[in-house]
């Protein structure tokens, strides 16, 4: 059975940093896409950064240049490095993955995977 969960969420003032990790369990990070999503109140959840098996990374335009999604396969971990954070990238994260032909990333749907997520919250 699949499990992912996540760490190293927390409270920081605006223009922190904080480094978001997902251990998964049950199965390898082999032809898996893996991506970050968050979900603040009263919003939809949106994806924030994938990589893919081959490490090709993609993230959502508010991030780019300041947050960094990376793994390390020999310990089925998923890491989200999170700089200079605003008071807009307060919401739950959430880790989530998918089987993916050949490991590739392409979009944000379809992950199948899901962790419970780990809190946010940046103060101004």
């Known amino acids: 059975q699949t499990h992912l969960v996540e760490s190293g969420g927390g409270s920081v003032q605006a223009g922190g940093s904080l480094r978001l990790s997902c251990t998964a369990s049950?199965?390898?990070?082999?032809?898996?896409?893996m991506a970050w999503f968050r979900q603040a109140p009263g919003k939809e959840r949106e994806g924030v950064a994938f990589?893919?098996?081959?490490?090709?990374?993609n993230y959502t335009d508010s991030v780019k240049g300041r947050f960094t999604v990376s793994k390390d396969n020999a310990k089925n971990t998923l890491y989200l490095q999170m700089n200079s954070l605003k008071p807009e990238d307060t919401a739950m994260y959430y880790c989530?993955?998918?089987?993916?032909?050949?490991?590739?990333?392409?979009?944000?749907?379809?992950?199948?995977?899901w962790g419970q997520g780990t809190q946010v919250t940046v103060s101004s």
């Open positions: 049950g199965y390898r990070f082999i032809s898996v896409c």
């Open positions: 989530a993955a998918k089987p993916t032909s050949g490991g590739y990333c392409v979009t944000f749907g379809g992950f199948v995977y």
């Open positions: 990589i893919g098996s081959n490490g090709r990374t």
